[in-house]
């Protein structure tokens, strides 16, 4: 027996219901993924490691751009502008956490102006000693350092860079006070401590492998919280003499404000599921970066805490820009 209309009109329905949701989802014609530094950085190696494996997820090209200048700020202010069709996306790095605490004005504001879609990997640091600092731990440094206010110095990559946000963040907590020595970029000043001419700094675990084998410079601990894979043998600072420390570079990824949702799930679920892979995660690993993805809401409140973090040091610290 033929069937009825109404029977053929509710067989059709939820091809009908399905068209929008597809719609909603299905990405723009190419993507530019913003990175803010020059080529060969963490973020540019961060973006080009998944900008592959995003265009295959979603068979659409994933270009990486990169804009650099001003510590990030122009390739952040090009995405808050964007159009929210996801055609330009940010890899976002920590330093962007840092330029609400050091800039009185921005061209954007990061709650207002972007959709936080995921945090992608975290960047653990050593914090590393020249040979000739008398302290073997943690706690001997910190005791060295109250006992003898503003001797000892430490290397940074520059005012107002997450490298010096934590070392301001670890004299807060360990109640101690040093003398800071910029530097042009964080292999910089990890050879100026190697050389004897800064007495620390908080470097990445790749720039001090080669330094640590040749006995140049001598590791105290991690920066995270959790003891990192990179090093499961370097105590962190929380559980070596200062409670509560838990800083690290980090990059993650965010879209222009008003995104569509469904988009944002779906480039959440496939960075969580393509960074999970054992192949990218021994990838990540070489380059001293390990996988730690987030829901959308997990990364929102990581960056409000994180800020709001940076805000407090560096208001204490009296440090400024602009």
Known sequence: MPASPLCRLLAFAPL????????QTAPPKQVRLMVGFAAGGASDITARMIAPKLAEAF????????RGGS?????????????????MLLLMPAADAVQPAVR????????????????????PWFLVVHPSVPARSVRELVALARAQPKKLNYATSGVGSSAHLSA?????????EMVHVPYKGTSDGVTATAAGETDMIFASIPASKPLLA??????????????????????????????????SGWYG???????????VTRLNATIARVVDTREMKEAFNRQGLEPATTTPEAFGRFIRAEVAQNVKVVKSAGIRID
């Not at 965010?254 to 949702?261: S, Y």
Request: proline fraction near 10%; hydrophobic fraction near 40%; charge should be neutral.
């Open 16 to 23: 009908v219901v399905a068209v929008p949701s597809y719609a």
């Open 59 to 66: 068979q659409t090209p994933f270009i990486v751009e990169n």
């Open 71 to 87: 510590g990030g700020l122009i390739a952040t202010e090009a995405v808050s502008k964007a159009p929210p069709d996801g055609s």
């Open 104 to 123: 009185s004005r921005l061209p954007y504001d990061l709650e207002r102006d972007f959709t936080p879609v995921a945090r992608i990997v975290t960047g």
């Open 168 to 176: 301001l963040v670890f004299s807060a907590l360990a109640n101690i």
């Open 214 to 247: 040749a006995k140049k410079i001598r590791v105290l601990g991690v920066s995270t919280r959790n003891r990192t894979e990179l090093a499961p043998e370097q105590p962190t600072l929380h559980e070596a003499g200062v409670p509560g420390y838990d800083r």
């Open 253 to 263: 990824l965010l879209a222009p404000a008003g995104v569509p949702r469904d988009y």
